[in-house]
């Protein structure tokens, strides 16, 4: 982690010195040219008079100086909007209304980039008569409408391929963090220690074309643009089909729907990057268009369903791990379970005939909850309302334990689903038990709230319940005070496992309260 802060740290100050650097030369370069072009004009005889009148609208400073500083800087601001504030925030994709909001506003500053550069850039060459005779300098502008869009495209995937190559660092560096193996790290250092020096070595040598899409560069960018698009297709793949392909739940119009979306989403990217690289002319463009389509549709869907593959088999890998401590855990819970239910129907019997419903009810709820217990919770997917019903027993049964004199609120709003929703089984729960072990005193004023409410696509999940230092105060005894914390710990590792990228589990504490407030896109 800290050699991750140090990364982020100098990333900025190493971008702008490689600019600066980068701007310094080219500053130098075009001194050196704009002289050499003058001299060879004088040598070729044409008069010092006729040069500086061909020159005479040509400012070099306002003309290629502002222009390359300018420029530069607003492609940095623009690198920063994206790399440090936009893609952080869409990688959360809970609330990403800020991250596209920040994503807008790179995309402005590289078109004030391309913008300003050829609105202001003037460029200088040889003028020959018909004979092919020198006879003077002209300074002439490529600034065209259509140009700036173009390039600001190509900087957009200049963008885009850095900032793949950092999030593939990125995971390199987590995957050294789980696991400390030496091969991922000396290929992050490798990953890294080569985009530096890709960095550094424009800087001190690369040049960028008056227009980016000229033949050579032009190419390379569209390269760089199918990859980008297969990166980011895939990602949609993986994230809104495949998980519809593989339920028996989806209706058909919303399959089509994100089938469609998909294939549109295909065909317009790859319209705009083949009119970046024709500068919107779109010659031959049918053809192109639909082949880079087919590219990037194929390639897209086979990466998708090889993440899928690899991310199935180190879900079981994981499961195969985790799985003697999960029997041994079972076993203890599940002790003869016949025998239990036998002994808890006894109970429920008995005490009916002596009048205590309370404590009949209080049976009966417990033996809910074994049930549950033993024929729902080993299954991957469980109704939510299964979940609510286990959530509504159990706090129920907190409610008996607890002497109504005391200044106790519990407070619970949970919203019955209206249609069939699955999710992963107890993965509220455990919530609800951190706040009824740690929040209850007899001795002090204690509140629980809890929360569950649902829109068409997500649950909203919130626990608060008050805070107090020792368990032993709150008068009531609980066998489970010294495995504190264990099960949050578990369910955090089962939302990053079963639902990655599709959960924020946030966790507020002060030494007076505690809060916690899950959301889940469930679909």
């Keep these: 982690m800290q050699e991750k802060s140090l990364i982020n740290r100098f990333e900025p100050w190493f971008i702008v010195g490689a600019a600066t650097i980068y701007v310094i030369r080219r500053l130098v370069e075009e001194i050196h040219n704009y002289n ?7 040598r070729s005889g044409v008069p010092s008079a006729t040069i500086w009148r061909n ?18 800087c607003f492609f940095l601001l623009a690198w920063y909007a994206f790399h440090n504030v936009a893609f952080p925030r869409l990688q959360e994709e809970i609330d990403d209304r ?21 609105y202001l850039k003037l460029h200088l060459r040889f003028m020959e008569s018909s004979t092919g005779e020198l006879i003077g300098l002209k300074a002439y502008s490529v600034y065209r409408k ?21 999030q593939y660092y990125q995971f390199l560096h987590r995957r050294i963090a789980q696991e400390t193996t030496i091969h991922f790290q000396l290929v992050s250092y490798l990953l890294l220690g080569g985009m530096a020096m890709l960095v550094l070595t424009f ?11 000229r033949p050579g560069f032009g190419d390379l960018l569209l390269t760089l643009g199918l990859f980008i698009q297969i990166m980011l297709f895939q990602s949609y793949v993986y994230t809104y089909l495949l998980p519809l392909l593989r339920t028996n739940q989806t209706s058909g119009a919303v399959l089509t729907n994100r ?29 192109m268009i639909m082949v880079f389509s087919v590219i990037v549709l194929i390639a897209s869907v086979a990466f998708a369903y090889l993440r899928r593959v690899l991310t199935k088999e180190k879900t079981v890998l994981q499961t195969q791990v985790s799985a003697g401590e999960a029997e041994l855990a079972s076993l203890r819970a599940q002790i003869n379970p016949h025998f239990l239910f036998n002994a808890l129907n006894s109970l429920y019997a008995t005490a009916l005939k002596e009048k205590s419903e309370k404590t009949a009810d209080g049976i009966q709820k417990l033996g809910d909850m074994m049930r549950f217990m033993l024929q729902e919770n080993n299954r991957d997917r469980i109704p939510l309302d299964k979940e609510v019903e286990y959530l509504h027993n159990y706090i129920e049964l907190q409610r008996m334990r607890i002497d109504e004199a005391h200044d106790i609120e519990i407070r619970v ?23 009824f072990k740690h929040g209850i005193s007899l001795r002090h004023a204690s509140w629980i709230y809890i929360t569950l409410t649902l829109d068409d696509t997500r649950l909203y999940f919130k626990v608060h319940n008050s805070r107090h230092a020792k368990s032993a105060e709150s008068g009531l005894h609980d066998p489970e005070e010294h495995n504190s914390g264990v099960g949050l710990d578990n369910v ?14 946030d966790i507020q504490q002060s030494e007076q309260d505690y809060f916690v407030a899950l959301t889940l896109v469930y679909w």
């Design 492 to 505: 955090r590792k089962r939302l990053e496992l079963i639902y990655p990228g599709r959960h924020q589990l």
């Design 36 to 42: 050499d072009l003058i001299e060879s004009a004088q």
């Design 203 to 213: 800087a001190l040598n690369g040049y960028v074309t008056p227009i980016l899409w």
């Design 259 to 287: 089938i469609g979306t998909y294939l549109l989403m295909i065909v317009l990217a790859n319209t705009i990057l083949w009119g970046a690289r024709t500068n919107f002319h779109y010659y031959t463009s049918r053809e």
């Design 146 to 166: 259509r140009t700036v869009l173009a390039d600001a495209i190509g900087l957009g995937i200049v963008l885009g391929t850095y900032e793949l190559a950092y």
């Design 55 to 72: 020159l005479a609208t040509y400012d070099h400073t306002l003309n290629n100086n502002v222009p390359l500083i300018a420029g530069v």
């Design 98 to 118: 800020q991250g596209w909001l920040y994503g807008g506003a790179a995309v402005l500053l590289l078109l004030a980039s391309t913008l300003v550069y050829h």
């Design 413 to 435: 709003n949970i919203q019955e689903p209206g249609r069939a929703i699955y999710l992963a089984p107890m993965l509220l729960t455990p919530f609800v038990e951190n706040a």
